[in-house]
């Protein structure tokens, strides 16, 4: 959790200037995960003893904290590609998976190397979605109109046929002059409407990464971020408050705008019939990347999934080329004349031992390029739409010949989420 860092690198720093003060431990961190509001672990008890010791590890790492009994001037090192000298996984759990990870530096994959765990987003409260549709309601029906008219073809009505939904009039006037002139009537007085659903298939993947978490507008100080206490002790308190939703958010976030506009786009679709899912995607390392089902692929849409919007929240990294890879198993299996990827992030991919800010960037893009390349070679389509308005810098070497769009004006996100969407298959 990115506020773990902060308060590690705050009680750091107050201590380095205190002279005096004790410095954080890693058992002080791991009690204080202990008592996170929002950090659940299904496991038994020991699991759970060694997961908290690990991540609490991991973040010391990430704080650059020296490790229990080192040396003044050692420390952790880089967690670049840490977990270069581990093996192949295998997936013993439920619901998980094993893919391979592509290396460009050996210009081969490792194989085995990521592990999915495809879990289903818990329900929330309905009241995001409705809220969402009433706060857009112009927007929305506009959306919903401009979808609507994908549809004629595929919803165009049979006419003369000798059993159907309803009497053509037309054909029904002819036969009964034909009977009152003493002719035998043509017998196909009924029309029918094809229902014919469009064949296409569409898989959905948002970006849940933390740093989704980010105020829209960050030159705008908040009310809690201006009410956050100084004091190491107060400020823990006021933190916990914080993620227990005791202290009330004021503003929105990059992952709200994501929900925001994946709420318009179901409210387009269900118009039009198309087969589409929605998931979500973090994790934390190659033994952990998390998959979440908003709505899956052959799921019918119903109040869960609306419900499961609203509990779509920022969690931790981003190792795209597993997840990728995962949404490509979901759609090859789809019977649909047009398959479409669409991914939605807020950044670059980044994760433990893939890649980090300021160190070596490439490997993460090289094996995301790889996952979309896999995809395309399966007769799928990917698409990426970013809001990071440095996306240029990588998303010409991640994307290659495939589309891709830096959104410069975030706001604009729920908007141009659905239009992309109708440019992409109105052209198909």
């Known amino acids: 959790k990115p506020e773990m860092v902060q308060l590690l690198t705050k009680l750091q720093a107050d201590s ?15 009690q204080l995960l202990q008592e996170s509001p929002e950090l659940e672990l299904d496991a038994e008890q020991g699991e759970v003893d060694s997961n908290m010791s690990m991540f609490a590890q991991n973040i010391m790492k990430e704080a650059g904290a020296p490790p229990p009994n080192s040396q003044p001037g050692e420390g952790y090192g880089p967690l670049l590609h840490d977990d270069d000298s581990g093996g192949e996984l295998e997936a013993r759990e439920p619901a998980t998976y094993v893919y391979d990870e592509w290396d460009f530096r050996a210009n081969d994959y490792k194989p085995r190397w990521c592990i999915v765990k495809e879990k289903m987003v818990e329900e929330g409260d309905i009241t995001f979605y409705q809220e969402s549709l009433k706060t857009y309601s112009a927007l929305s029906n506009h959306i919903r109109r401009q979808f609507e008219l994908i549809m004629p073809e595929s919803m165009r009505k049979t006419y003369r046929l000798i059993d159907g939904e309803d009497i053509d009039l037309n054909a029904a006037l002819e036969a009964w002059a034909d009977l009152k002139m003493g002719i035998p009537p043509d017998e196909k007085i009924y029309w029918h409407r094809q229902r014919n659903r469009r064949e296409v298939a569409v898989v959905f993947l948002l970006d849940m990464s933390a740093s989704t ?115 490509t198993t979901k759609l090859e299996n789809q019977d649909a004349k047009t398959k479409i990827m669409f991914l939605i992030s807020d950044g670059r991919p980044q994760d ?10 490439e490997y993460a893009v090289h094996d995301t390029h790889m996952a979309l390349v896999e995809a395309k070679r399966k007769d799928i389509i990917p698409f990426c739409l970013t809001v990071d308005k440095a996306g240029h810098d990588y998303l010409k070497s991640m994307c290659g010949d495939m589309g891709y769009e830096v959104l410069t004006d975030i706001w604009s996100l729920p908007e141009r989420l659905p239009m992309l969407y109708r440019q992409l298959t109105s052209v198909r």
Request: proline share 3%.
């Open 16 to 30: 380095g200037d205190q002279g005096e003060a004790q410095p954080m431990t890693q058992e002080m961190l791991e």
């Open 213 to 327: 978490a980010e105020a829209i507008d960050e030159g705008r100080q908040t009310v809690d971020d201006r009410d956050a206490p100084d004091d190491p002790v107060e400020y823990m308190v006021w933190l916990r408050r914080r993620r227990e939703g005791l202290v009330r958010r004021n503003y929105k976030r990059i992952i709200d705008l994501e929900k925001e506009g994946t709420t318009l786009l179901i409210n387009a679709l269900e118009s039009i019939g198309d087969t589409y899912g929605i998931y979500g995607f973090s994790g934390y390392g190659r033994e952990n990347v998390e998959f979440y089902v908003i709505k899956d692929i052959d799921e019918e849409f119903s109040d869960k999934v609306k419900r499961r919007i609203d509990k779509v929240t920022p969690l931790h990294a981003t190792r795209m080329g597993a997840a990728i890879r995962h949404a």
């Open 352 to 361: 433990r031992g893939y890649s980090r800010e300021g160190v070596e960037k």
